[in-house]
């Protein structure tokens, strides 16, 4: 049998949060997180086909990858191989571990013709992200994609998931390093902090579902958790100063900017993509 035959590959998008409120419970598919985000046409392309023994690579290098381990085995005991290439960083808020477990269960799925639903599929990806605490709302952001609107934890028909009309705007971005997921929302006082503030820009996006309302509920959620860097500050600062629109991504020491300008140059180097609005398919 040809390579081509036996391989699948599927792509899942970028997911930064704007703001969140975590929920979680005994159950992970009621568990995650409610809030905004946004899906971007940079994210993940994973290949997989049958092996004698279970690996994984992230751009050419073997990696642990706990997340995407954990969905595999929620969807069979077959040995796969597992080629992810990512064209954003890990850590810093894009919801690589979700792109990377969402897109490898539905090339798994395909290449071993486990014939599941994209829902089931889903679910796989969202019970190993919050699990492992890698994650929350990203999956359930990658699915859908565009500027989604989580009202309800967890991903469909359990999660509630709505959507911000928009074309398909350049984001751009720089990256000052990451921020561990796992110890912020394993942190109570954090916690409360998020969930008061995330409630309060949830309940404002609502009244208003425009992309610019987006950016600003997340500029003050950010704000309002007290977790930004000087550096993040002052960029956010040069950004709105050139007439963009910029906040923190949520959680990574990450700026994102609409019409930033030229602004974000002075920081690092600046990426750019655009909104995508096909959300995790196949290749």
């Known amino acids: 049998m ?6 699948a590959r599927a792509f899942a998008p970028a997911h930064i949060s704007g703001f ?8 992970p598919i009621h568990s995650g997180s409610m809030g905004a ?3 971007l046409e940079n994210g993940t392309v994973t290949t997989v086909l049958p092996a004698k023994e279970t690996a994984i690579k992230i751009n050419g290098e073997v990696n642990r990858a706990a997340t995407t381990l954990s969905a595999i085995r929620l969807l069979t005991e077959k040995p796969v191989l597992v080629e992810t290439t990512l064209s954003i960083p890990i850590g810093a808020g894009f919801g690589a571990s979700a792109a990377g477990a969402l897109s490898t269960a539905l090339a798994v799925n395909k290449a071993l013709s486990i014939d599941m639903t994209f829902n089931d ?11 492992n605490r890698t994650g929350l709302g990203d999956v359930a952001g990658m699915i859908c994609g565009g500027i989604d ?17 928009c074309r398909n705007e350049i984001i751009s971005w720089v990256c000052f390093g990451g921020i561990s997921t796992r110890s912020v929302i ?65 959680l990574g020491n990450t700026v994102f900017a609409i019409n930033d300008n030229g602004a974000l140059s002075k920081f690092g180097e600046v990426h750019t993509s655009r909104i995508s609005h096909a959300g995790a398919h196949l290749l």
């Open 37 to 39: 985000g946004i899906s």
């Open 149 to 165: 609107i989580r009202k309800h934890a967890g991903i469909p028909p359990v999660g509630n998931i709505d959507r911000i009309p």
């Open 20 to 27: 969140f409120i975590i929920d979680i419970k005994k159950d």
């Open 121 to 131: 599929l889903a679910k796989a990806a969202h019970i190993a992200e919050v699990k």
């Open 186 to 250: 394993s942190d109570d006082m954090k916690k409360k902090s998020i969930n008061k503030a995330g409630r309060l820009r949830l309940k404002e996006l609502i009244k208003k579902p425009t992309l610019d309302n987006f950016f600003r509920q997340s500029r003050a959620f950010a704000k309002e958790i007290d977790m930004i860097s000087p550096q993040v500050r002052d960029a956010i600062e040069a950004v709105e100063a050139a007439g963009g629109l910029a906040s923190q991504a949520m």
């Open 2 to 7: 040809s390579f081509s035959k036996i391989s």
